[in-house]
């Protein structure tokens, strides 16, 4: 049965145990997302509105902290995210994103859990969400975008979610110059990336991560 866990920062995260994995860095939930997704992602892109593909949308942490960026911007953001195991109420409502998300925090990760799933709903001043409730694996993805948020569970873990065939999948729907950041730094990943005409980028990672990667579709 998953378990929610405090990490580093003092933000949660949960742990699986069935495959003895994390939804987020042990060093710091909040961090880990900010750095890779917010830092090196969203504010990297600057397409403008911007179109973001989510593979793995979990705690919703990464839609949130997105979400207080674009209320603090001008651009028009359209946030797609897909989830095969959408997460209860009862654990949803006992993570403390809100602490760690300024004054909006609360009511917006609120909004963003109350939204319903598979349809477009804006959640706030130039935020849209579309939860997409589907296999990764066997989805054809809709649309196109600008910057793919990769955050699946780790390639050791669930290998089937970082195949090149997969990569390629996404890589279709990427636009030129679009842009995908992920945690893993792993050989196999950069060379799948780069097979899927991606060039491919080492950056330093958050706290417990020395690089992570962000890929440019050329
Ligand atoms: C590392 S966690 C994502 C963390 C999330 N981005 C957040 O901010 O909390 C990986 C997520 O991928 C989801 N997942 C696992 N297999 C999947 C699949 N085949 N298709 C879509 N989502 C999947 C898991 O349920 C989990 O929510």
């Not at 009862?90 to 009511?107: D, Q, V």
């Amino acid at each position: 049965m998953n378990q929610i866990i405090k990490t580093s920062d003092g933000s949660h995260t949960i742990y699986v145990p069935e495959i003895d994995e994390h939804y987020h860095s042990v060093h710091g939930a909040v961090q880990e997302s900010t750095v890779i997704f917010i830092n090196s992602g969203f504010d990297f892109c600057k397409a403008d509105p911007i179109s973001i593909l989510e593979v793995g949308f979990g705690t919703g942490l990464n839609a949130l902290l997105t979400a207080i960026k674009s209320i603090e911007g001008t651009r028009e953001v359209n946030y797609t995210s897909i989830e095969n195991y959408p997460l209860d109420n009862k654990t949803i409502s006992s993570l403390n994103y809100n602490e760690f998300a300024g004054e909006n925090g609360r009511e917006i990760f609120h909004l963003i859990h109350l939204s319903p799933w598979n349809t477009r709903v804006n959640i706030c001043k130039n935020f849209n969400l579309h939860k997409m409730e589907a296999d990764f694996t066997k989805e054809k993805l809709p649309g196109k975008y600008d910057l793919i948020y990769f955050d699946a569970f780790g390639p050791d873990k669930q290998p089937e979610m970082w195949t090149r065939k997969m990569f390629s999948g996404i890589s279709d729907v990427t636009n030129k110059k679009g842009i995908l950041v992920t945690y893993s730094a792993k050989g196999e990943v950069k060379r799948s990336l780069k097979a899927c005409g991606f060039e491919v980028t080492l950056l330093p990672g958050p706290p417990g991560k020395r690089q992570m990667i962000r890929a440019v579709k050329i």
